[in-house]
């Protein structure tokens, strides 16, 4: 199943490179990281998109947990959560397509934040689902350039809702 | 008064109680060695190759309990050490190592001998720092100590671009270290332990498994009360082999891939497993599927990542061996009242132990033409009443050693089991002999591990560091050899070693009385002298090339699906005297490799 884990960290060099090197020295996957500093500029937060059954997400995160400039962390996906990407996507835009693709971002919410005479570029917001269906929608117009932030993730706030994992426990 | 970074770091070693530092100049760490040399607190021992220096350290932390520090150059230097690092990583060792690096404003441009220390040494410490300014030099010596000791002991290394070592700042060695991302568990859950203290009394088949965490944490004392108190016997893993007596009527000795028949049959049959500061690792569980079948396992171990790893525990403790035994033994003695009745329940599983052992003990046979090598560690533990300090190498002699070993004491049994370093041996006695000048050390080695790390025969000769080492001449990489023979038809690739050095000659020419024993009757003879001898020896046992070490666990197999003795086919071979027989044999049959 896949997880959304989030690691407080020391603001230092060299930090990142334990917490990647950990995942590929011992075989897990990551699927996407991000990294910023915090309120607190000392601390940066880096949350990572994995993969593993229950077994290798406890062993990730007790390793993480070992890490001496590890602060804190936490795996999202037992709590409420949100999660966001953002998406820049060039297409390439014949005349006959622009309005189409002014259309689609408009449906997204997405902007047009760059354009020129053959592309925009158009920014999206949102869980991944949106992004991916923008994508897919944007594909036949002819996509040049997609770059992606990769996911952060932050917990909700006293939340009554489920968790995603007790709603897919519930589904099955 | 302001002081040089190199002030600072041998002040801050004072502070750290350091008394010996092991390693090799270079020219970055001029500075430091120039002001180690003009002091007497810290002594600096040389050596011949870095790598003996990260192992003398091992040898010297293991040994003690307190950390080994090493001390060399940038770039060929620190990478000479990695395997140190690494064997001391997966051994969990508190290590300090020291590395030079180029002055900080050439950091990144490949200036000469100029590494990635850190990027090289990551994966294998528990932590590392690049320290770019003076004033920082200080508070990350401390933290390096401090990490490398506490906890899961583990290797730190500390990088001094060679600026830093001469640049000045004010001295002040903080007292106190703040990590807000590091805080060990040492207390155990108390509801756990109560109720793994309740399986303890309820269980009718237990065993103790215990490993290296119970002697760093210096739990021999809680782990005998405890197997007394609970009347449960006892077994360890290579690095555990130390902290319960071997002597002791409740000790079934060393469990795992060569450990003894009837430790391994307990385990395999055992309704309770109480692992104590061990991590499960293959070489002992054998196939994990059919590995304890019938047992409820406690686990106590310091480090949560080494709890559910390999093996589901299903009475998790997070804690120190020590700080949770105590608290465990306390229960135990509320609880029970009563070892009789205790002893009572537990009858037909010691009646069955004691039918395991007395059918399938350890055992060779020795002739009078050729010398087991079995025999040669047998007597020499025997005529030392077990009581040196044994440091061995990797491979048969190793596992010899670990089964023969009947000491009582923890640190008195030094290797390399997780990373398996062939070369360890003869530093780590070195590191351990200098640690306590006056006991016996035994170095138990043989000639394909032996000749990885020979040259510290000049460090053991020149410092006077009288290790005994015991070379268990086969002629072959013979743990290879015995895999060889078992799972590749005999062909022996390039496991051969062939008759050179003239190891007697070749202590001689470093000053080191050598000594052979070409036959069995030579070998009590041969220990005795060297035993007697005050400087180090290097005693020469030529042994059996063929011998192979049995009970073993085929890898892949489960822990009671064990080999006792070779097969039919190595059978064949006439061992009684004509070892040397098999060898022509099958080079006439166009199998072999050897010489004629
Ligand atoms: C050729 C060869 C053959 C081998 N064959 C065998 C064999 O037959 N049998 C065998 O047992 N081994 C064998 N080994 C060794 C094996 O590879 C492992 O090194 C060994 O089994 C691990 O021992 P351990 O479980 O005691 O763990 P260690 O590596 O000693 O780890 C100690 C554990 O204790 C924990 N710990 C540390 N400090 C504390 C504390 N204060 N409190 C609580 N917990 C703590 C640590 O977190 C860790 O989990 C062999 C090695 C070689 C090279
Ligand atoms: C540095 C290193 N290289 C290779 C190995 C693989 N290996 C394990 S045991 C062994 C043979 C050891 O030979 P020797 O030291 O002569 O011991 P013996 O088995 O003969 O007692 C080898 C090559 C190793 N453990 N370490
Ligand atoms: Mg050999």
Redesign the interface.
């Given at each position: 199943m896949e997880h959304i884990i989030s690691v407080q960290v020391e603001n230092k060099a060299g930090v990142l490179a334990r917490v990647a090197g950990l995942f590929s020295a011992r075989g897990y996957n990551i699927e996407s990281l991000s990294v910023a500093p915090t309120l607190d500029p000392t601390v940066s937060m880096i949350t990572i998109v994995t993969q593993g059954d229950d077994r290798i997400i406890e062993q990730i995160i007790k390793q993480l947990n070992k890490v001496i400039e590890v602060l804190k962390v936490v795996d999202l996906t037992e709590t409420n959560f949100l999660d966001r990407e953002t998406a820049l996507i060039k297409i390439h835009t014949r005349p006959e397509h622009r309005d189409e693709a002014i259309r689609i971002a408009d449906i997204f919410r997405a902007k047009i934040v760059d354009s020129s005479p053959t592309t925009y570029t158009i920014e999206v917001t949102g869980d991944v689902d949106k992004v991916e269906a923008l994508i897919n929608l944007l594909k036949p117009l002819g996509i040049k350039e997609i770059v992606r932030t990769g996911r952060v993730a932050i917990a909700r706030e006293a939340a009554k809702v489920p968790t995603r994992r007790e709603a897919q426990a519930a589904k099955a | 008064m302001k002081k040089t970074g190199a002030e600072i770091f041998v002040d801050s070693l004072r502070q750290e109680g350091v008394k010996v530092v092991f390693g090799i100049p270079g020219g970055v760490v001029l500075k430091i060695f120039d002001v180690l040399h003009q002091q007497k607190d810290v002594e600096v021992i040389l050596t011949r190759h870095e790598q003996g220096a990260a192992h003398m350290a091992e040898g010297y932390a293991k040994a003690t309990g307190k950390p080994g520090v090493v001390l060399v150059t940038s770039g060929p230097g620190m990478t000479n050490i990695v395997t140190g690092l690494a064997d001391a990583y997966m051994d969990s060792v508190p290590l300090v190592a020291f590395t030079g690096q180029v002055s900080t404003n050439l950091i990144g441009n490949d200036a000469f001998q100029e590494a990635d220390n850190?990027?090289i040494s990551?994966?294998c410490t528990?932590?590392?720092v690049?320290v770019k300014d003076v004033g920082e030099l200080a508070r990350t010596i401390k933290e390096a100590f401090y990490?490398a000791t506490t906890g899961r002991p583990g290797p730190v290394l500390v990088d001094i671009p060679k600026d830093v070592s001469t640049d000045k700042a004010e001295f002040k060695y903080p007292e106190k270290v703040s990590?807000?991302?590091?805080n060990p568990t040492y207390e155990g859950n108390k509801y756990q332990i109560k109720q793994a203290a309740e399986e303890i009394t309820k269980a009718r088949r237990p065993i103790i498994y215990v490993g290296g965490g119970a002697i760093f944490s210096d739990a021999a004392n809680e782990i005998r009360e405890l197997a007394e108190t609970a009347q449960v016997p006892v077994t360890m893993t290579l690095m555990g082999l130390g902290s319960f007596p071997g002597t002791h009527p409740l000790c079934v000795g060393m469990l795992g891939m060569h450990g003894v028949y009837w430790s391994n049959m307990a385990m395999h049959h055992a309704d309770l497993l109480i692992a104590i500061g061990a991590r499960f690792d293959d070489r002992v569980t054998g196939k994990l599927s059919e590995f304890c079948p019938e047992a409820k396992v406690v686990h106590v171990d310091i480090?949560?990542?080494s709890i559910?790893?390999n093996v589901e525990a299903h009475i998790p403790i997070v804690g120190d061996v020590k700080t949770v035994l105590k608290q465990l033994n306390v229960y135990l003695r509320s609880i029970d009242g009563n070892q009789s009745d205790l002893k009572e329940l537990r009858r037909p599983w010691w009646k069955q132990i004691e039918e395991w052992k007395r059918t399938h003990p350890l055992r060779y046979e020795q002739g009078d033409k050729v010398t087991k090598p079995q025999f040669v560690i047998d007597r020499v533990f025997d005529m030392t009443h077990h009581e040196g300090i044994v440091v061995t190498d990797v491979g048969q002699h190793q596992m010899w050693a670990a089964q023969y070993y009947k000491g009582s004491k923890p640190r008195t049994f030094i290797t390399s089991g997780g990373l398996g370093t062939m070369g360890f041996g003869l530093p780590a006695a070195l590191g351990a002999q200098k640690a306590y000048p006056d006991k016996l050390v035994l170095c138990i080695t043989s000639e394909g591990s032996f000749q990885m790390n020979l040259q510290e025969l000049s460090t053991a000769a020149i410092y006077k560091l009288p290790v005994k080492i015991v070379l268990i001449h086969n002629n072959f990489h013979g743990m290879v050899r015995q895999w060889q023979d078992l799972f590749y038809e005999g062909r022996y690739a390039s496991s051969y070693l062939g008759d050179v050095p003239d190891f007697v000659k070749l202590a001689e020419a470093y000053g080191i009385l050598g000594l052979r024993a070409s036959k069995p009757a030579e070998v009590e003879p041969v220990i005795r002298e060297g035993l007697k001898h005050r400087g180090p020896v290097l005693m020469d046992f030529h042994v059996d090339p063929f011998e192979n070490c049995y009970p073993m666990i085929p890898a892949g197999g489960a822990q009671h699906e064990m080999m006792l003795e070779d097969p039919p086919e190595l059978r064949k071979v006439d061992r009684g005297g004509q070892a040397k027989k098999k060898d022509k044999d099958k080079v006439e049959e166009g199998e072999g490799v050897l010489p004629a």
């Open positions: - | 850190i990027g990551r994966p528990k932590h590392n690049l990490i990590l807000r991302g590091y480090d949560p990542t559910r790893k």
